[in-house]
């Protein structure tokens, strides 16, 4: 399907609006919110990663509830309900960070219920482009779904250190804030593509368990997804807590920072166009041989070595993480049953995010212990062997969209 046709369809402009919106805000959101932590009275980089990783701890805790929502309310619904729910909270946390103190318990209570709505979105969201085109156009959508979300973000993230120095950390939050909110109702507006459910006799712990078994009955999304569990840990612990510090003591601070993420999101970018036209045999196999990317990214911020070359590492790995974003959902979408591909989804997101938190935790205290140079080499051997892995099984090395038929709800 060419790219025109796929814009053809109703709601998908609207879609990627949507999209484009929220990630500039999130482009901005993580960069303020970590200096803004950095900069407080009391901040260090344990608050920061106790923060991230409480956001982290209820997204997996809600995750596989947030499946068994989304499908049973409707995808769109559920996508603009939340969003605008999350960011309507937020603006909590920019009032106190104006006012220039802000309570650990504050910190905790609106990122935790960011946490939250994020595990209703992440599994609502993966049924929506399924809900716009058809299934002929879904790498296409995905593709430029992408390239809209990276584009949002590299703006976002391009602009957050010149507005954290001439507005400040609370105004820079504040679009954040907006952009959920905007986003949220854009979609909400198209809710009736993704209907509720018809009423069953079914229990929500039914729909759980059934979605479990869904999720268990591939082994190639499982084996990937307890290999990204340490890959994400890895790249949480380094970019998160680690990077801002090494910017802060090395380099110039948000501005460096921003200078870093921002060059990841070109590599999105990047990533996006690439994955509009790359049709590998075996995308799994292709997947993860790209993956080795994290660990030259991580490996970078080690001696450190200059800011360029940590730049560099991360366009390399934004180039990765967004090929993932459009063959992986593409894969789901064209393989997992359509009513429960949220389930689904959410135990795709939880087993990944799963030691998201535990690298958030650990990263200040043993790069203390042991050095940040040695514990990021630490980091970067861990992703080696968690890539791997999983391409010593074959229905991961030799997984291709033909040779799987989409299999029957049961």
Known sequence: MLTKEVLAHKYVKRLFIA????NFGNGMGPIALAFGILALPNGSANMLGFVLGTTTVVFLLMAPFGGVIADKYGRARMVGLTDMAAG????????????????LAILLITNGFFGLMWGIFWPAFSGLMPAVLPEEGLQKGNALNAFMTNAGVISGAAVAGILIDIFGVAFTLAIDAASFFISGLMIFTFRHLTPRAQKTENTMLDDLIHGWKIFLSFRWIVIIVCAFSFIV???????????PLIALEHFNGAKSWSFVITAESAGLIVGSIIAIKVKPKYPMRFLMISSFTITFYIWSMAKPQSLLMIAFGAFLFGITLDLWGTLWYTALQRKVPRDSLSRV??????????????????????????GIENFLQILAAITVVAIVVPLLHPQVRNMSYEDLPRKADR
């Open 345 to 370: 989804s959410a135990f795709d997101a939880m087993g990944s995010m799963m030691f998201r938190p535990v690298g958030l935790a650990i990263a200040a205290p043993l790069s203390t212990l042991v």
């Open 233 to 243: 840990m890895c790249w949480a612990a380094a970019e998160n807590v680690l990077g």
């Open 88 to 103: 309507a909270v937020l603006f909590i946390q920019v009032f106190y960070f104006a006012k220039g103190e802000v309570p």
């Open 19 to 22: 999209r484009f919106i929220s």
